[in-house]
């Protein structure tokens, strides 16, 4: 089902129209802008959609700019953002982890929610007036989000990483997707841990001013910001950030930034098309190395069904032997039986159909029909082969 943006209702009359035939057709679905879902699907499962590769915006097509007049205090991920900051969780170190998922890709702590909710606002109506759309990735944009390393001089990997949103947040520039992330630095300092908090030690309470009291190490928000953009197309790898010196140096820099991420668009649109050929080549690859795999599999169950078949074949003869001993010798107990007297032969014959039954006949055309030729065989193919063509 495609999705309609705008106002998707028919107009007045249209029901009792369409009832009688009369309903005028509907009216042409507006041109899709980049990152709109084109498709909708039941339960919320992922739509399998087909978008064709982001492509740099041309330098002969103008951009449309948006009149100062028209800006809006504040943008819409911001304003839809804010309560869900508000109410989060905080960290023992004191960073804000929101319970719901779907938001924009803020990290900061609870003392630097304002001030970066108004610079992750400036930023967004900066990129929206160059033209440039800023909003949540579409479920069937296949993007993703790398995860961030907050701490200045970073460290080992940890076992758990920072929050981080369900999806995205992205500018299009052109139909070129861009990351955004505004998270807050942290610095490694001396703190002390209080009813399950962290609280960064002031210098006079140091472990060198108190040298026989145990002081943890921990990240704590260093009141710094950084903004990373990054290259969400899983085949290409770009990023680049910029942090602040001081506490608002990330407002001053806006001009410089955006214009620096603009210019690297042609770039990331290279290095996109070169990982989907990469892409192409390793699935090409692997078609040859499953087929490969394949051939070499049936010549060896061509090679096991035969020997099987032939075991089978020489077993059913050996056992056909067998039988024909073993009625040669039924055949003549009969004879032998038929010149006894009455009680004594019934009793005798009743032994013969038990022993016969026992060794399930000797009928040499039955067992025949058992036995399995090669191809035969052959039509009966392990799952991981099946399961291997459709990968």
Not at 199 to 213: A, E, I, N, V
Not at 298 to 320: M, T
Request: glycine content about 6%.
């Amino acid at each position: 089902m495609r999705l309609v943006k705008g106002n998707s209702r028919p107009p007045r009359g249209h029901w009792s129209q369409l009832g009688v035939g009369k309903a005028s057709p509907p009216p042409p679905l507006p041109e899709a802008l980049p990152g709109d879902e084109l498709e909708w699907t039941r339960n919320g499962e992922t739509p399998k959609v087909s978008r064709p590769n982001p492509k740099a915006p041309e330098e002969t097509t103008p951009r449309r700019k948006r009149p100062r007049s028209k800006r809006p205090s504040h943008h819409s991920l911001i304003v839809e953002g804010r309560e869900h900051f508000d109410e989060a969780k905080e960290s023992e170190t004191g960073y804000l982890h929101p319970f719901k998922k779907l938001l924009v890709d803020i990290f900061v702590s609870k003392k630097a929610l304002k001030r970066s909710l108004d610079t992750a606002n400036e930023i967004f109506l900066a990129f929206e007036d160059r033209g440039h759309q800023v909003r949540i990735a579409p479920r069937d944009g296949h993007l993703w989000r790398p995860s961030i390393d907050e701490r200045i001089e970073g460290g080992r990997e940890r076992y758990r990483g920072p929050w981080r949103p369900m999806r995205p947040t992205v500018v299009f520039i052109g139909t070129v997707a861009i990351g955004l992330s505004l998270f807050e630095l942290s610095e490694h300092v001396e703190a002390e841990r209080i009813e399950g908090k962290y609280y960064r030690l002031p210098q006079s309470r140091s472990q060198k001013s108190q040298p026989f009291r145990w002081v943890n190490k921990e990240d704590m928000p260093s009141g710094r910001f950084c903004l990373r953009a990054y290259c969400p197309y899983a085949r290409a790898q770009w990023e680049r950030q910029w942090r602040e010196s001081n506490p608002g140096d990330l407002l001053q820099m806006i001009p410089e930034i955006l214009p620096e991420i603009e210019q690297e668009v042609p770039r990331i649109v290279g290095l996109i098309e070169e990982g989907d050929r990469q892409a192409e080549l390793e699935r090409q690859q692997w078609a040859a190395q499953k087929e490969k795999w394949c051939l070499e599999e049936e010549e060896r169950l061509r090679a096991k069904h035969l020997k099987e078949s032939r075991e089978q074949l020489f077993s059913i003869i050996e056992d056909w032997g067998v039988a024909k001993r073993v009625e040669t010798f039924f055949e003549d107990a009969e004879r032998r039986i038929a010149s006894l007297p009455g009680e004594e032969r019934e009793r005798s014959i009743n032994r013969i159909h038990r022993a016969r039954e026992l060794l399930g006949g000797v009928d040499a055309l039955q067992r025949f029909r058992d036995w399995r030729a090669p191809e035969e065989r052959s039509k009966e193919k392990p799952t991981w082969m099946l399961d291997l063509k459709t990968f």
